[in-house]
């Protein structure tokens, strides 16, 4: 059954702003990763955060997570068109599966 | 070369025919996946395979029967399928498995571009 909540479940923003996703899971985690998916096809790996780390970033890509809360958080800075896709959170509590995605969508 | 190419890249079929599609990766990795993802919503694993042999299935119907030749390659065949399994089916590979034998969220998964599955 699905573990993983994501929201918003879509999220248009001008070209230049700052896009955040969030996701939610429920049971104590290992690692979480996050992936793109660009309409219709597959998806790719953009960033992987430990357990015991908080933040971590990669270009444009800031990622936190919140143990605690059990949650994390995705922040695009200064989006751009080719940003526009569906962001899923990927992690392993009892199984491995995907949160349930935010579509987001640039407008230039 | 860091690709996952599947084939065909779209396909229609009957409830009584039998097509298979095709994965493959050169990456040297040893496991293999299949996932299944309707429209708006996230990839739903269906099978793993590590150094060639089936490891998980996640109580995918018999009429999806999946089939790893060698390291490189992963064939699903289909046979008797429904109209609620046309789907974007994936296919997505990794350095290995967890210790534990499950998934692994350490691995980056590799995706191909996918098949996208039409069941008349």
């Known amino acids: 059954s699905q573990q993983g909540e994501e929201d918003p479940q879509a999220l248009s923003i001008q070209e230049g702003e700052n896009a955040t996703m969030n996701c939610s899971y429920k049971?104590?985690?290992?690692?979480l990763q996050w992936y793109r998916q660009n309409s219709g096809r597959g998806l790719v790996h953009l960033i992987l955060?430990?357990?015991?780390?908080r933040e971590k970033h990669s270009g444009r890509l800031r990622v936190t997570l919140d143990t605690s809360k059990k949650s994390s958080s995705l922040l695009i800075t200064a989006s751009r068109a080719a940003d526009t896709a569906s962001y899923f959170c990927?992690?392993?509590?009892?199984?491995?599966?995907f949160g349930t995605g935010t579509s987001l969508t640039v407008i230039p | 070369d860091t690709e996952v190419t599947q084939t065909p890249k779209h396909l229609v079929m009957g409830m009584t025919n039998k097509k298979s599609l095709k994965c493959e990766q050169h990456?040297?990795?040893?496991?293999m996946y299949w996932y299944k993802q309707k429209a708006k919503k996230p990839p739903e694993l269906m099978f793993v395979?590590?150094?060639?042999?089936?490891?998980i299935n996640e109580s995918v119907p018999s009429r999806f029967s999946p089939e790893c030749p060698n390291s490189s390659l992963l064939n699903l065949h289909l046979h008797a399928l429904q109209p609620e399994d046309s789907a974007l089916y994936l296919c997505?590979?990794?350095?290995?498995?967890?210790?534990?034998?499950?998934?692994?969220?350490?691995?980056?998964?590799?995706f191909g571009p996918g098949t996208r599955l039409t069941v008349l």
């Open positions: 997505a590979s990794s350095q290995d498995l967890a210790a534990s034998g499950r998934v692994s969220s350490y691995n980056e998964q590799f």
């Open positions: 990927a992690t392993d509590g009892n199984q491995f599966y």
């Open positions: 955060i430990r357990s015991n780390e």
């Open positions: 990456m040297g990795h040893r496991a």
């Open positions: 049971t104590s985690i290992n690692n």
């Open positions: 395979y590590s150094y060639e042999k089936l490891s």
